[in-house]
C-alpha cells in the first residue's frame, strides 16, 4: 500500500495541471477607433481548453455612421492549434469560413490581413513603391513605473502602474519635431495572472504556430507605422508583474511646431548627449501650457501633471489611438468539448476565387 502513495501525488498533480490548462474569461474593450474612426465596444467570451480556443465576441460601433453598421449576433472564432485551423462563424447567419495557419502565414507575408478574414481578396494588391517616410525618429525612451497605489477591482487585489514609451521625431518634409506618446496604464494582479497561465500559454503557441506576437496580431495596420513604439511597450509590458485587470492605453502625437533647424543646429545638437524626454504624463503637463509661452523647465511639467491632465482641448496634442480593456471575471471547471467544433447545422462559406 505505502507504493501507491507516489502514484496518489503523481496523479492528484495531473489533475492538477489539468485543471490549470482549462480556463474562461470574460472582458470588455473599449475603442476609440483610430483617429476617431471605428470607434467601438467589444464584450468578449473566451474558452480556452488545452490546445483549443474559443472567442464569443459581440461588437457595437458607436461612432459616425459605423454606429448603425453594427454586426447582428455574436461573432464566434475558434482556434485550434492540433488542427492548425481557424474557424470564424456568426450565430445569426449560421455560416462559417475556414483558414489553415499556412493560409494566414501567407496572407501575413503577402499584407492581406488588413482585410476581414471571411475568404480570399478578389485580387492582390498592386505592387507599389514605397514613398520616403514621414518621420526620422529617435531611439524610444521607455519607462514602466510602479505607481504605489493598491485597490480591488472585480474581485482582483491590483497594483497600479504605468509604463511610457516617448520618442522625438523629426518630420522630413518640414523639419518640425514631434514627439510621440504611447502609454500603458495599468491595474495588475498576481491572482489573475495565476489564474490565467492557461489563456498566457495558448497565446504564447499560438504566436510560435503563426510567426507572429499577439501585440502585432492585436495592432494590425497600425503596427506597419509605430510598430517599434508598439514593440517596445510590449516587451516592457511583459516584465510588470501580474496580469492586467484594466489597461488603458493612448497612443498621441504633441507638435512641438518649431521651426527647421539649421544644418549648424543640428549638428550641435547630434554632438551633445540627448536628455531624456519625458514620459507621456510629464509631457501632456509641459505641453498644456504651451500656447502664448516658451517651456522654460520640463522638470515643472511632473508638478503641473494633476492640473494638466483635467484641461480639455489641448490643440497641441492628436489622441491617434485610445482603448480600454477591462477583465470582468475568471472561472475554471471543465468545458464542453462541443464548444470548440463548427457546429453540424452551419454551412461552410466557400472563398472567392482569384
Known sequence: MKKTAPFILLALLFAFTALQAQVTYESVTTSDGFMGMGAS????KTFIQGDARREESQIKFTGGIMKHMSPKG???????????????????????????????????????????MMGKPDQKPENKPEGEPEYEWQTPVVKARDLGEKKELNGFSCKHYLVTVTTIGKQ?????????LLSADMWNSLNAASAMKAANDFEMRLAKALGLDKM?????????????????LAEEMKKVEGYSVLTDMTLAMTTHSMPKPSKEELEAAQA??????????DVKGAFGKMLGKKIKDAAKAKAEKDKAEKAKG??????LFHTITELKSITGGTLAADLFEVPASYKLQENKKK
Open 41 to 44: 465596444v467589444s464584450t468578449d
Open 74 to 116: 455574436s461573432e464566434i472564432e475558434i482556434t485550434r492549434l492540433d488542427k492548425e485551423v481557424i474557424w470564424k462563424m456568426n450565430d445569426k447567419d449560421k455560416k462559417y469560413t475556414q483558414m489553415t495557419f499556412a493560409e494566414f502565414k501567407k496572407m501575413m507575408e503577402e499584407g492581406l490581413l488588413d482585410q476581414p
Open 172 to 180: 522630413v518634409s518640414t523639419g518640425k519635431l514631434d514627439t510621440l
Open 216 to 232: 502585432a496580431e492585436a495592432m494590425g495596420p497600425m503596427m506597419a507605422q509605430y510598430g517599434e513604439q508598439f514593440k517596445k
Open 272 to 281: 551633445e548627449p540627448e536628455p531624456e524626454p519625458a514620459d507621456v504624463t
Open 314 to 319: 489641448n490643440p497641441n496634442q492628436k489622441v
